[in-house]
């Protein structure tokens, strides 16, 4: 531990400081930055009386709040736990600094993982969900992919009536403004106009074209993964506006801000939901600038929280499983089984990289006047997106099923996973660093590339649950990973086609590209490459992928564990 820790103490020192000095220099440059932090930051009198109170201010929060505040009649008060956007969230390329510890997100770790996680401290996973306007669109990478049509089919098929693919994709174009070139094929499936930009990446690599080969010698097409079928591989789509990130705190609220019935209040902790004697939400109770502050609403309450604070606050609230409330001392308003069950992540199988020809790839310099000046004047560059050369991949590797279907997602990240000779991933993963660092040290200074490898629909299901009655404490989250046993087996299929993916000749003639074969810390019993290695491997270095739904399931009554009605009304479990 005094080893990890001492290690920590520079790298911790080095951010505290890049940072904030970082948005000292972005300051002046980010006209954009200014104007909505200006706009989030509105005076507004305190009201106590809404028609509408919205939980969190997030990706979906911002939405509602936009929208309802279109009706002049109704007053709509939403609240957001963080604050406005810093400077640099606004810029595509800085997006890693958005996944730093205790930058503008809770910093979850999981419980303990009894079938995985072996290679992370304390076998726990790092869950670096938004605490800032926006959401998760002001944090995350900004790859725009909306699911595969047969999610959405599925939960149509289970009771859930107008979520069927055809209902929502009017939704779905509505929304978007897509920037990209379409065909006859793809075109039905897009929208212009809407708020929320959709760009296509400026310039395409030579590796990612090499990616996209790789996949055609596989007998998989290039594809639009947000058309008609997602199966196969494509380049990256963003949510950016002219060189801007296109969060829905841009998109939505900012433009809505100045409406007079709308009262944006960032920095405000919801506590609990209060109810009536006849159950129905009537209002919140929220800390905010130190005083606990109550808000009424007339019409409704709605939590968007994300998926592990919305139940968290439910349960706060008396609303949840009865024997669990009960053992934490908070009073019963409605025993509502599924709040905080139902638990899935997208899983990620880290580590996986190769090493290629030096100087076999040409990459433009970030940092060069040149890139700096086109960003500043004209919002262009490689700062106008992330940087480097990414692409996707979605796969079925399964027998059973449709065909159609992908069960996993790769993506190409343009250096290999060391890049960082073990300064930042470690602390941004919760990698056990010692055996990082021996599993890494070899790539250190090579030039390569990382194929993650995320499962698309796990089997496994976990939990949310209260750590204690006080609000201030942070959930218990226990996301079971591995506990199904058919997650591991089409992990392992995904990393045998990955392997067949880099053997491909449109990697390896041309890059000479070569996988980083040293037996990864754990796994010195199994014959490498096996079935049983790339299982052991699994076990060891997969992790959150940061994509947790589910705790508050929509459904029909006679779902157990609906938590809502196909409208997102409360289950009526009378």
């Known amino acids: 531990m005094m080893l990890n820790s001492l290690s920590f103490l520079p790298t911790t020192l080095t951010l505290a400081t890049l940072v904030p000095l970082l948005r000292v220099v972005l300051q002046p440059i980010m006209r954009e930055a200014r104007q909505a932090t200006l706009q989030f930051n509105r005076p507004e009198p305190f009201n106590h009386y809404y028609d509408f109170i919205v939980v969190g201010a997030g990706s979906a929060g911002s939405v ?34 958005n996944y730093l510890p205790d930058n503008l997100n809770w910093d979850y770790h999981t419980v303990p993982q009894k079938h995985g996680l072996k290679n992370f401290l304390g076998r726990r996973g790092r869950i670096p969900h938004a605490r800032v306007v926006g959401g998760g669109s002001t944090t995350n990478g900004m790859l725009y992919v909306r699911g595969n049509r047969r999610d959405f089919d599925h939960w149509a098929s289970l009771g859930n009536t107008g979520w069927d693919y055809e209902s929502v994709l009017y939704y779905f174009k509505k929304s978007e403004d897509y920037r990209g070139r ?32 790789a996949g055609r010698q596989l007998g998989l097409k290039t594809v639009d993964p947000n058309a008609a079928e997602q199966l196969g591989f494509s380049l ?71 998926a592990l604070a919305s139940p968290k606050v439910l ?18 308003v409605a025993d509502v089984p599924g709040v905080g069950q139902n638990l899935q992540d997208h899983l990620g199988v880290y580590g996986l990289a190769w090493t290629i020809k030096p100087n076999s790839v040409s990459m433009e310099n970030a940092f060069s006047f040149p890139s700096i000046s086109q960003y500043v004047h004209h919002r262009k560059g490689p700062w106008a997106s992330p940087l480097g050369d990414y692409a996707s991949a979605w796969v079925k590797v399964t027998k059973a099923g449709d065909p159609l279907y992908p069960d996993i997602q790769l993506y190409l990240s343009p250096a290999v996973f060391s890049m960082d000779m073990g300064f930042f991933i470690p602390y941004i993963y919760n990698f056990d660093k010692a055996k990082y660092v021996e599993y890494s040290r070899p790539l250190f200074g090579t030039q390569g590339f990382t194929v993650n490898l995320y499962l698309l629909r796990p089997k496994s299901r976990g939990a949310v649950f209260l750590r204690s009655r006080h609000p201030e404490a942070l959930p218990v989250i226990d996301p079971n990973y591995l506990s199904h046993p058919d997650d591991l087996i089409t992990l392992v299929n995904g990393v045998k086609f990955l392997m067949a ?33 790339w299982g052991c491997y699994i076990q060891h270095m997969a992790s959150s992928f940061w994509h947790p739904v589910g705790t508050c399931k929509m459904g029909p009554s006679s ?16």
């Open 64 to 97: 509602v709040a936009s929208r309802l505040s279109e009706v002049p009649g109704w007053r709509v008060l939403v609240l957001e736990a963080g604050g406005p956007p810093p400077t640099e969230s606004y810029v595509p390329g800085w997006v890693a600094l």
């Open 182 to 213: 379409t065909t006859k094929h793809t075109g039905r499936y897009h929208g212009q106009g809407g708020p929320l930009a959709v760009t296509p990446n400026a310039k395409t690599g030579q590796l990612a074209r090499a990616f996209l080969r």
């Open 236 to 306: 990256p789509e963003y949510n950016v506006c002219d060189g801007v990130r296109c969060s829905t705190a841009w998109a939505y609220l900012r433009p809505a801000a100045s409406r007079p019935n709308l009262h944006i209040l960032h920095s405000a902790t919801v506590l609990k939901v209060l109810f009536n004697k006849y159950k129905r939400a009537t209002g919140v109770v929220y800390r905010y600038g130190g005083k606990v502050v109550t808000a009424r609403a007339r019409r409704e309450v709605i939590v968007s929280a994300g």
């Open 315 to 332: 349960m706060l609230s008396g609303v949840g499983p009865q024997y669990h409330l009960h053992d934490h001392g908070v009073k019963l």
């Open 501 to 533: 993916l880099g053997n491909t000749s449109a990697l390896r003639t041309r890059f000479k590209a070569k996988f980083h074969s040293m037996v990864v810390p754990g796994c010195e019993r199994e014959v490498f490459s096996s079935a049983q290695y």
């Open 559 to 574: 779902d157990p564990l609906a938590v809502t009605d196909h409208r997102l009304r409360p289950q009526d479990r009378r």
